[in-house]
């Protein structure tokens, strides 16, 4: 059998999947050769420079991404039983780190007299993008997650004192910041008193 052409096939990274928080991937293989017949596969998580065992062709298989944060690529290699070879790749994000910044309760003011706030996010992320927020005032019972926003607005537990609101922003993969700012609520007028020329009834000067 004279066989001259190589295989075809494609590689697919989890399913397709933009990002990744966890090295471990798994791999969606086809292949088909009208010649010889499909033998054997590999694959290189470094661009070529160091591949797999030769293994006997599936449709599926995993492999461990290099550790680095960032764009990684797979490349696969199939084989026929007449020696010819073929190479496909795939990529995806690897993002392991969590977003980064902060959050301010009415501007990074340290009092207020109302429960009604408005919250300024400043929140970044480097790899996969920001997802979405919650919010917290005790760190436990959380609102719902809500998509990412710069500006939000929130309303504080009543009773006057220092109060802190806990903040979680998630990235795409699932990382989460967690952050939080403290305000002083007073809702109470000051008290006190005026006396004249120390109570006297009357006086003879205007000062």
Same mark, same amino acid.
């Given at each position: 059998?004279?066989?001259? $052409?190589?295989?075809?096939?494609?590689?697919?990274? *989890?399913?397709?999947?933009?990002? &990744?928080?966890?090295?471990?991937?798994?791999?969606?293989?086809?292949? /088909?050769?009208?010649?010889?017949?499909?033998?054997?596969?590999?694959? /290189?998580?470094? *661009?070529?420079?160091?591949?797999?065992?030769?293994?006997?062709?599936? &449709?599926?298989?995993?492999?461990?991404?290099?550790? =680095?944060?960032?764009?990684?690529?797979?490349?696969?290699?199939?084989?026929?039983?007449?020696?010819?070879?073929?190479?496909?790749?795939? &990529?995806?994000?690897?993002?392991?780190? =969590?977003?980064?910044?902060?959050?301010?309760?009415?501007?990074?003011?340290?009092?207020? /007299? $109302?429960?009604?706030?408005?919250?300024?996010?400043?929140?970044?992320?480097?790899? /996969?993008?920001?997802?979405?927020?919650?919010?917290?005032?005790?760190?436990?019972?959380?609102?719902?997650?809500?998509?990412?926003?710069?500006?939000?607005?929130? &309303?504080?537990?009543?009773?006057?004192?220092?109060?802190?609101?806990?903040?979680?922003?998630?990235?795409?993969?699932?990382?989460?910041?967690?952050? *939080?700012?403290?305000?002083?609520?007073?809702?109470? =007028?000051?008290?006190?008193?005026?006396?004249?020329? *120390?109570?006297? =009834?009357?006086?003879?000067?205007?000062?």
């Amino acid at each position: 059998l004279l066989d001259t $052409v190589a295989p075809v096939g494609t590689v697919s990274i *989890n399913s397709g999947a933009a990002a &990744t928080v966890s090295r471990s991937v798994a791999l969606t293989l086809t292949g /088909s050769d009208a010649g010889a017949g499909l033998d054997q596969m590999r694959f /290189s998580v470094d *661009n070529g420079t160091t591949w797999s065992a030769w293994q006997a062709y599936a &449709t599926s298989a995993s492999v461990t991404l290099v550790d =680095a944060d960032g764009t990684s690529t797979v490349k696969y290699e199939l084989r026929d039983k007449a020696g010819l070879s073929s190479v496909y790749s795939d &990529t995806i994000l690897l993002d392991r780190a =969590a977003p980064t910044g902060t959050v301010a309760i009415s501007g990074g003011a340290a009092y207020t /007299s $109302v429960t009604a706030v408005t919250l300024g996010l400043s929140v970044t992320d480097a790899l /996969s993008g920001l997802s979405d927020m919650r919010f917290s005032v005790n760190g436990t019972t959380w609102s719902a997650w809500q998509a990412y926003s710069a500006a939000a607005s929130y &309303t504080l537990a009543s009773g006057d004192g220092t109060k802190t609101l806990y903040a979680q922003v998630r990235d795409l993969v699932g990382n989460v910041l967690a952050i *939080n700012d403290t305000i002083l609520l007073d809702t109470a =007028a000051p008290t006190g008193g005026i006396i004249i020329n *120390n109570g006297d =009834a009357t006086t003879t000067s205007r000062d």
